[in-house]
């Protein structure tokens, strides 16, 4: 089946630094990525559809200059937090989409930690 | 705007035993895919089952199947014979057709007893 990594499972880092997160498709391209939230206990909400080759597409209410999102070849999309403060702190799932198909597969996820 | 409501917070079953979780969706679309996915403690996020709109077949996988009810845009999840590593978070979503955004249920959380 199609697998999703993310980099790194976990970061805690001091507020006002950037944190840089990771999404690869390891076994099938994907020109379609997509950067969920999840707070505890809490569903994931879609922050933002990355396209490769193409700028990103927020959803309202998320800064997309805060979230940075680079989708820079078919494998690997990046979501760089910027200026991170204690409120940034949450679950970050990516997820991508294999080819035609409307199922989208998980990445393992992130937990940031801003202090 | 599509909404996804998942009534049951937690729901908890003895194992080898039948559980079925409720979904239901709010949508104006006519060709749209619904969904399970699993979050187990881990967090990773796995997809259960899908269905499109347009079967009228409820889909089935294994232990795993539907009761979709389009009428009443309704889309529960059964699982038979529970076992313990079906204990996770199960949310429902909405996808309508030609658009990648997934749009989820609050989920349910299952437990499953020995």
């Known amino acids: 089946g199609a697998v999703v990594s993310q980099h790194p499972s976990w970061v805690i880092c001091k507020s006002g630094t950037s944190v840089k997160i990771e999404c690869r498709s390891l076994?099938?391209?994907?020109?379609?990525m997509f950067w969920y939230r999840q707070f505890p206990k809490q569903s994931l909400m879609l922050m933002a559809t990355?396209?490769?080759?193409?700028?990103?597409?927020?959803e309202q209410g998320v800064e997309k200059d805060k979230f940075l999102i680079n989708h820079a070849s078919l494998t690997l999309s990046t979501l760089t937090v910027t200026s991170a403060h204690p409120e940034d702190s949450s679950f970050y799932i990516c997820?991508?989409?294999?080819?035609?198909?409307?199922?989208?597969?998980f990445g393992p996820g992130t937990r940031l930690l801003v202090l | 705007a599509q909404t996804v409501t998942q009534s049951q917070p937690e729901m908890s079953v003895q194992e080898a035993e039948t559980v079925t979780l409720s979904c239901t969706y709010d949508t104006s679309e006519n060709n749209y895919y619904l969904f399970w996915y699993k979050q187990p403690p881990s967090r990773q996020m796995i997809l259960v089952i899908r269905q499109e709109a347009y079967k009228q077949q409820n889909a089935t996988e294994n232990r795993f199947s539907v009761n979709f009810q389009k009428a009443a845009k309704s889309f529960s999840l059964k699982i038979s014979d529970s076992q313990l590593g079906d204990t996770a978070m199960y949310f429902c979503?909405?996808?309508?057709?030609?658009?990648?955004?997934?749009?989820f249920g609050t989920g349910t959380r299952l437990q499953v007893f020995p």
């Open positions: 076994d099938f391209q994907a020109t379609t």
């Open positions: 979503a909405f996808m309508k057709q030609n658009t990648d955004k997934l749009i």
């Open positions: 990355s396209n490769e080759g193409s700028k990103a597409t927020y």
């Open positions: 997820s991508a989409r294999d080819g035609g198909f409307e199922t989208q597969y």
